[in-house]
């Protein structure tokens, strides 16, 4: 069962007409993305557009001050919409998943789908400076209609991965390949087992380049240490599901990237 | 319907069980336990090995490098301590827990394996690194 509820119908139609990208935000190494995208929904004031329901999502109610909302949400700004998930991802559930963010982009008739994780780095301890962290592409939009020249020219330059990919992002992945939609990865070193604000700040840096966001890092730097207190229990929780991925693709989650 | 029919199904169905057990399983297992009494935050940690050496790395927010200690209590156990430069309220790590604040770090880390001794620590980014050696 996959049900998303739209709880701001007006908004919805806004987003629909505006041709925004949607951008994906899940736990995965480094909880790069999750907390670049909870950066991205208080900087820039989100609206709440609704939820997914499905029975592949954990029991989990997310209560905020007493106000309980739903643990996959998705969010609207001027410039972007984001999908974010707080819960992680079963691997039993990447696929649900998948087909859960496609639904939402195409009822959003979003025009690219973003993704981002960590690459795990052995010896991210020694890149102290943000500036120096490896920030990889990888896309599937180039020969395709809509995407801005910006983007376009950012991504040419840009170094590429090569390798494998496994976690939820992967099944992402397979799923736009399938229906053509256009989308893009990008990888950045992190802590393999710790949560990375600091990379979430190279993040949001490369999408403040990408689409004009302009939003300012600092605040999410001086905060890191909090953050990584604040989701030591979600690092713990993602990390055995990428454990368990491995169990059941007979290959290690660990050091798969160039 | 043939017996091989139903053998397949509850092949099937035991393969399910089964799963669906290791991810409970794997959910509930290693979670991080903070020593309230002691108003102790336990801290991320992992370990790694090479053929001498076993390499501990602890993830310490905000700890002052000057109160770091590390102790080995056996040949298989570690322990880690520090003391947290700004006490953390607790309602910031978990709003469930009583009213108090965390003042320090504190883990007891078993090891893979028997080791030696400790043959150097390093503190960058709040994150500490043990090398301890095996036998």
């Known amino acids: 069962m ?25 736990p995965d190494t480094g909880l790069l993305s999750l907390i670049a995208g909870a950066h991205l929904i208080q900087t820039l004031k989100a609206e709440l557009l609704g939820y997914i329901d499905a029975d592949w999502i954990p029991p989990i109610s997310i209560v905020n001050n007493g106000d309980p909302s739903m643990p996959i949400r998705i969010y609207s700004t001027n410039n972007l919409d984001i999908l974010l998930s707080e819960t992680p991802i079963l691997p039993s559930a990447w696929r649900h998943f998948a087909i859960a963010t496609y639904q939402v982009a195409i009822q959003l008739s979003s025009i690219l789908v973003i993704g981002a994780t960590g690459i795990p780095n052995p010896k991210r301890i020694e890149i ?69 604000p600091e990379s979430a700040a ?27 207190l604040m989701a030591r229990q979600l690092a713990i929780q993602t990390k055995k599901h990428q454990l368990l991925a491995g169990q059941k693709t007979g290959a290690p989650p660990l050091n798969m990237y160039v | 319907m043939s017996d091989e029919f139903f053998e397949d199904i509850m092949r099937e169905l035991r393969r399910r069980i089964k799963e669906l057990e290791t991810d409970v399983t794997s959910l509930l297992k290693g979670e991080v336990i903070d020593d309230i009494d002691d108003e102790a935050i336990e801290p991320l940690s992992t370990i790694y090995e090479t053929s001498d050496t076993i390499i501990v790395t602890v993830d310490m927010p905000l700890v002052k490098s000057d109160t770091i ?21 607790s309602h910031k790590i978990d709003s469930t827990y009583p009213y108090l604040t965390f003042k320090r770090y504190k883990k007891l880390i078993s090891l893979p394996c028997k080791v030696k001794s400790i043959k150097r620590l390093s503190v960058r980014g709040d994150i500490v690194t043990i090398y301890l050696s095996k036998y």
């Open chain 1, 2 to 26: 996959l049900e998303i509820i739209w709880t701001n119908r007006e908004s919805l139609i806004k987003s629909k007409l505006a041709d925004k990208p949607l951008f994906v935000a899940a």
């Open chain 2, 69 to 89: 200690e590390t102790k080995l209590l056996s040949e298989e156990h570690l322990l880690v301590k520090g003391e947290i430069k700004k006490h953390i309220e």
């Open chain 1, 202 to 228: 190279k993040l949001v840096e490369e999408l403040n380049s990408l689409f004009n966001l302009n939003v300012d890092v600092k605040s999410l730097l001086d905060r890191g240490a909090e953050i990584r």
């Open chain 1, 128 to 196: 102290q400076d943000i500036n120096n962290l490896r920030v990889l592409y990888l896309g599937k939009f180039l020969d395709m209609e809509g995407i801005s020249q910006n983007i376009r020219e950012k991504y040419k330059l840009a170094n590429k991965f090569t390798g494998t990919l496994a976690g939820p992002y992967s099944s992402l992945i397979s799923l736009m390949i399938r229906h053509n939609m256009p989308f893009i990865m990008i990888l950045i070193d992190s802590y393999p087992e710790y949560p990375d």
